[in-house]
């Protein structure tokens, strides 16, 4: 009994030895901080915002506001197909089981469906996830428009030239790339077998956690593949992409997107986390957080090429650039869920996607992960936004089926 007892007291110490091993390297690689994150955080969601520093961006004094004139059991009935689909009774027990927190529903500038659900109201802050990345997009056409940057053909040294010391490479990857996620910058996403857990090292957990991401990217990201030849959906690009607007505008992300957008067409003022106050860098994929019905002033400001209300804020051709399908891009280079060649199929571009489908129409969108979404079919002139906190009764092709019946309606 005593040798078990002293057996199991052994493996036990060396199962905390290699524990608390591994915690250090893991603080000496990546930081404290980064650990501390990782053990507590862990899985994003949109509450994460209110455990990091936040910049404040200011909105308008005077702003477009839409007509309105309700028609929810319309709205509703679009979704009825996803509502069975679930397996739910209504539409209200779809929208609660589906952690929906808002569903926007404008058409002509007339919103015909404003609803806020699990505690949610107009006023409460929606978490952007990835959709952060089209309005960091934005940011360039905007800087490209003020001639502070040449243009999406330029390499990114011409911005941060202390990369090419680290890696002469860095001179192929242009901002293109880097807007199209063809740059060919290694990112790992390892998961802990049989999860969907994040590995510590995860590029994605790294870079949404870590307290100085501009260190970071100065100092770690490889490259691995060569830039333009593959497509890989991978948060660097959108933090590079930030790091060179910095260097541009001599400004933060926050400051210049209030300059160039929040303080033009916004109602409402927004947040944007940075990985620490010592640092002061936005996490540019995907912290952006705003008001639901301020991302459908967004839609609006794209569905109206560029122009607000007889002020031009962006190019009409950025907005072509950013969300029309650049079909000389192999589409081989693409995951199979894309559609392959098939004529109803996704693309992406600029950090927008895109629904191509097979009469020539396409709806393009800002999305992001547990239901983010700023939808909008040009030809119809109609906005939707969805923001929700869980992708297992949602997700982007409810929302192009949604698109299928509204087309059939003709």
């Known amino acids: 009994m005593k040798t078990l007892f002293k057996t199991l007291k052994i493996i036990l110490l060396t199962l905390v030895i290699l524990v608390v091993g591994f915690v250090v390297v893991l603080c ?120 502070l940057i040449g243009s999406v053909n330029d390499s990114m040294i011409k911005y941060i ?24 910058l290694k990112y790992f996403t390892g998961y802990i077998p049989g999860t969907y857990i994040h590995l510590p090292w995860h590029a994605e957990a790294v870079g949404y956690y870590h307290p100085n991401v501009r260190k970071l990217l100065l100092n770690k990201i490889k490259i691995e593949k060569e830039p333009g030849n593959s497509f890989q959906y991978n948060n660097y690009n959108t933090s590079y992409l930030g790091l060179i607007i910095e260097r541009a505008t001599d400004k933060t992300v926050s400051e210049y997107l209030e300059e160039k957008l929040w303080s033009e067409i916004m109602e409402y003022d927004a947040l944007f986390s940075i990985d620490s106050k010592r640092s002061g860098f936005e996490y540019m994929p995907s912290r952006l957080i705003a008001r639901a019905i301020d991302y459908a002033r967004f839609g609006r400001l794209f569905l109206n090429k560029g122009n607000w209300n007889g002020k031009q804020i962006i190019s009409e051709n950025w907005v072509a650039e950013s969300t029309r399908e650049n079909k000389s891009i192999p589409r081989n ?52 936004v969805h923001c929700g906190n869980s992708l297992e009764h949602y997700g982007d092709f409810d929302l192009w089926n949604v698109a299928d019946i509204i087309r059939k309606e003709d």
């Open 333 to 384: 280079i693409y995951p199979d869920w894309f559609g392959g060649d098939n004529c109803k199929h996704l693309y992406y571009n600029y950090q927008w996607w895109g629904h191509a489908n097979c009469d020539s129409t396409y709806q393009f969108m800002a999305s992001g992960n547990l239901g983010q979404n700023i939808y909008v079919f040009p030809d119809k002139e109609i906005i939707i």
């Open 161 to 184: 030239p202390e990369l090419k010391k680290r890696d002469p490479g860095f001179e192929k990857i242009t901002i293109k790339n880097l807007l199209e996620m063809r740059s060919g």
């Open 28 to 147: 000496i690689k990546y930081s404290p901080t980064y650990v501390s994150r990782l053990a507590t955080m862990h899985v994003a969601d949109v509450y994460d915002y209110q455990k990091f520093e936040n910049r404040e961006i200011k909105g308008s004094d005077d702003t477009f506001r839409f007509t309105k004139s309700l028609d929810e059991n319309y709205v509703e009935t679009l979704f009825q197909g996803r509502v069975e689909q679930s397996g739910f009774n209504s539409f209200n027990e779809w929208a609660e089981k589906s952690q929906t927190t808002a569903l926007l529903f404008i058409r002509k500038d007339t919103l015909i469906y404003e609803k806020y659900f699990n505690g949610f109201s107009r006023e409460s802050y929606f978490h952007s996830q990835s959709m952060a990345k089209s309005f960091i997009s934005f940011l360039i056409g905007a800087a490209i428009d003020d001639g």
